[in-house]
């Protein structure tokens, strides 16, 4: 009974010790700022403050970093050595002292001594949560038009929100235990309010929507839960039905991320997305859409006749939210991932540009048809606040994807129209590491690194840049037939796109298809990660074994 007590004293000091070194390393497991040597001196203080002195004779004590996992009744942990390893994510701590064997006469002479020996390894539970490049812009106020036909598009019938009616959703958050909570209020079975069962859910898009809306009115945001609300009537069904364990791209063990806070805008789009996946969506835009695109201040004015701005969507797979833990596991794969939207994507705007001396309006046509394949952004570590730093940091890896692009440009003053631009753009950018701090308030900004590589619409802006060129206009112009005399009115012609339309064109990557990309999730080739969407959960350790 004796020993009992004396190996279960020590089996307490070395659990002390590895919980403090897990903790002294930020509670989000130990990043490469972090020394081996504060890590050791967090775990001997652990050992001494439960009664374990190293300097005692007979008295041993190492610690190791590495990774532990739990699974199949097995709990392990490999030795990795190195603190900035992305997969250390561990500390183990083994001590052993020497003792008398007995109290009776026997045990105080001779060798009678017997080594006890015990050990214990900590990690991390923290998890954290984002999304890569799919971010909802946020809309001055009178832009609502192209959130508005967007949100009517991917949901089968017409949202009227006003300018200011998403603005809810966008500063709301929720968790998975949160969902989890919220289930039953949605009517999904989760049974004992299980995150197993909630990410392996079959829902609607309308369940979903509501599901949502239950789970931030929880967290306090009304007007979020009465936006979603609305959202949820208006969702016409299709065939397509969402399984949550596919919006969230979730840990393997998704207990640890129960309270990671994740941003609801990036997930109602990556749901709306799923719910129309390898379906072809109609998104159009009517009142207020020349605002939006700032054609009021210029003589150019969105072509009705011809149908006005179509955009035809057809989503392949939706955008992932990730939501777990920093590193890689026992494996070397990235424990949370979060992806990209596969899609295709067509625009065609057409315009129409008056034109001085009665001469007839000047016809503009721009096609823009986009594909765009899966890029993906890893959670590589995490740091969170100390008593000594109150802020939170992130290192995400982005690798982006591939972006193709066809466009063209065609003008004509009659019913015979010029090629003014055809081109391709196959957009291939290698990956990039981006860091974030994050204080209390939750509000981040990115620390270091760039946007991995250049935009979809960067490289479309980049092309239209060429009609720019009078030079390049008038050899296209004098290539073909206007119907006109080509003398004054050339010239005419050439000036008055180089003055109102190419500049326009020019601009629409700021003020139509980039935003329109990053409401969708699909700046692949960019990948950036919305500081908005990066929430971490309650930092706390746990013992493995």
Same mark, same amino acid.
């Given at each position: 009974?004796?020993?009992?007590?004396?190996?279960?004293?020590?089996?307490?000091?070395?659990?002390?010790?590895?919980l403090?070194?897990?903790?002294?390393?930020g509670?989000?497991?130990p990043?490469?700022?972090?020394?081996?040597?504060?890590?050791?001196?967090?775990?001997?203080?652990?050992?001494?403050?439960?009664?374990?002195?190293?300097?005692?004779?007979?008295?041993?004590w190492?610690?190791?970093?590495?990774?532990?996992?739990?699974g199949?009744?097995?709990?392990?942990?490999?030795?990795?050595?190195?603190?900035g390893?992305?997969?250390?994510?561990?500390?183990?701590?083994?001590?052993?002292?020497?003792?008398?064997?007995s109290?009776?006469?026997?045990?105080?002479?001779?060798?009678?001594?017997q080594?006890?020996?015990?050990?214990?390894?900590?990690?991390?539970?923290?998890?954290?949560?984002?999304?890569v490049?799919?971010?909802?812009?946020?809309f001055?106020?009178?832009?609502?038009?192209?959130?508005?036909?967007?949100?009517?598009?991917?949901?089968g019938s017409?949202?009227?929100?006003?300018?200011?009616?998403?603005?809810?959703?966008?500063?709301?958050?929720?968790?998975?235990?949160?969902?989890v909570?919220a289930?039953?209020?949605?009517?999904i079975?989760?049974g004992?309010?299980?995150?197993?069962?909630?990410?392996?859910?079959?829902?609607?898009?309308?369940?979903?929507?509501?599901?949502?809306?239950?789970?931030?009115?929880?967290?306090?945001?009304?007007?979020?839960?009465?936006?979603?609300d609305?959202?949820?009537?208006?969702?016409?069904?299709?065939?397509?039905?969402?399984?949550?364990?596919?919006?969230?791209?979730?840990?393997?063990?998704?207990?640890?991320?129960?309270?990671?806070k994740?941003?609801?805008?990036?997930?109602?789009?990556?749901?709306?997305?799923?719910?129309?996946?390898?379906?072809a969506?109609?998104i159009?835009?009517?009142?207020?859409?020349?605002?939006?695109?700032?054609l009021?201040?210029?003589?150019?004015?969105?072509?009705?006749?011809?149908?006005?701005l179509?955009?035809?969507?057809?989503?392949?797979?939706?955008?992932?939210?990730?939501?777990?833990?920093p590193?890689?596991?026992?494996?070397?794969?990235?424990?949370?991932?979060?992806?990209?939207?596969?899609?295709d #994507? *067509?625009?065609r $705007?057409? /315009?129409r =540009? !008056?034109?001085?001396?009665?001469m007839? @309006?000047l +016809? %503009?046509?721009?096609?823009?048809?986009?594909?765009?394949v899966?890029?993906?952004?890893?959670?590589?570590?995490?740091?969170c606040?100390?008593?000594?730093?109150?802020l939170?940091?992130?290192?995400?890896?982005?690798?982006?994807?591939?972006?193709?692009?066809?466009?063209?440009?065609?003008a004509?003053?009659?019913?015979?129209?010029?090629?003014?631009?055809?081109?391709?753009?196959?957009?291939?950018?290698?990956?990039?590491?981006?860091?974030?701090?994050?204080?209390?308030?939750?509000?981040?900004?990115k620390?270091?690194g760039?946007?991995?590589?250049?935009?979809?619409?960067?490289?479309?802006?980049?092309?239209l840049?060429?009609?720019?060129?009078?030079?390049l206009?008038?050899?296209?112009? #004098? *290539?073909?037939? $206007?119907? /006109?005399? =080509? !003398?004054?009115?050339?010239?005419?012609v @050439?000036? +008055? %796109?180089v003055e109102?339309?190419a500049?326009?064109l020019?601009?629409?990557?700021?003020?139509?298809?980039?935003?329109?990309?990053?409401?969708?999730?699909?700046?692949?080739?960019?990948?950036e990660?919305?500081?908005?969407s990066?929430?971490?959960?309650d930092?706390?350790?746990?013992?493995?074994?």
């Amino acid at each position: 009974g004796r020993l009992f007590l004396e190996k279960r004293s020590l089996q307490k000091a070395v659990d002390a010790a590895a919980l403090s070194a897990v903790n002294a390393s930020g509670f989000c497991g130990p990043s490469g700022e972090t020394t081996r040597d504060q890590l050791r001196h967090a775990a001997l203080s652990g050992l001494v403050g439960n009664g374990f002195d190293p300097q005692d004779e007979g008295r041993q004590w190492e610690m190791s970093v590495g990774n532990a996992s739990i699974g199949d009744g097995e709990r392990r942990f490999d030795a990795t050595g190195d603190i900035g390893d992305p997969a250390t994510d561990s500390v183990m701590v083994r001590a052993s002292r020497t003792v008398r064997s007995s109290l009776l006469a026997g045990g105080w002479v001779g060798s009678n001594r017997q080594q006890v020996r015990a050990v214990a390894a900590a990690r991390n539970v923290t998890a954290a949560s984002f999304a890569v490049g799919s971010e909802l812009v946020r809309f001055r106020s009178g832009d609502s038009a192209l959130l508005e036909g967007l949100l009517s598009g991917l949901l089968g019938s017409e949202v009227d929100l006003g300018a200011a009616g998403f603005d809810g959703v966008l500063d709301s958050e929720v968790t998975l235990g949160g969902l989890v909570e919220a289930a039953p209020l949605a009517g999904i079975d989760v049974g004992a309010g299980s995150v197993e069962r909630l990410l392996a859910a079959e829902v609607t898009v309308s369940e979903f929507l509501t599901l949502l809306a239950s789970a931030v009115e929880g967290e306090g945001f009304v007007d979020a839960g009465l936006t979603l609300d609305i959202l949820a009537d208006r969702a016409v069904e299709g065939e397509e039905v969402l399984r949550l364990g596919d919006l969230l791209a979730s840990t393997t063990e998704p207990r640890w991320s129960r309270e990671a806070k994740i941003d609801v805008a990036a997930l109602v789009m990556s749901g709306l997305m799923r719910g129309n996946r390898d379906h072809a969506v109609e998104i159009s835009w009517d009142d207020g859409l020349e605002n939006v695109l700032g054609l009021e201040s210029s003589g150019l004015v969105i072509d009705e006749e011809k149908g006005g701005l179509a955009l035809e969507l057809t989503v392949i797979e939706p955008p992932q939210v990730a939501v777990g833990p920093p590193g890689r596991d026992g494996d070397g794969d990235w424990r949370t991932v979060a992806r990209t939207a596969q899609a295709d #994507l *067509a625009l065609r $705007l057409p /315009l129409r =540009l !008056d034109m001085p001396d009665g001469m007839p @309006s000047l +016809s %503009l046509e721009l096609v823009v048809d986009m594909e765009l394949v899966r890029g993906e952004a890893h959670l590589a570590r995490l740091s969170c606040p100390t008593w000594q730093d109150p802020l939170a940091y992130a290192d995400i890896q982005v690798s982006p994807g591939v972006a193709w692009a066809g466009i063209s440009v065609e003008a004509g003053l009659t019913d015979d129209m010029i090629t003014l631009l055809e081109t391709e753009v196959d957009i291939r950018n290698g990956p990039t590491d981006q860091a974030f701090a994050i204080p209390a308030d939750g509000d981040g900004w990115k620390i270091r690194g760039d946007s991995a590589g250049t935009s979809v619409g960067e490289a479309v802006a980049d092309e239209l840049t060429l009609l720019s060129d009078p030079d390049l206009l008038e050899s296209r112009l #004098l *290539a073909g037939s $206007l119907g /006109l005399p =080509l !003398d004054q009115s050339l010239s005419v012609v @050439s000036g +008055s %796109l180089v003055e109102e339309a190419a500049p326009f064109l020019v601009e629409l990557d700021d003020v139509l298809i980039d935003p329109l990309l990053g409401a969708l999730g699909l700046q692949v080739a960019r990948a950036e990660i919305p500081v908005s969407s990066l929430g971490i959960g309650d930092g706390r350790a746990e013992l493995v074994y």
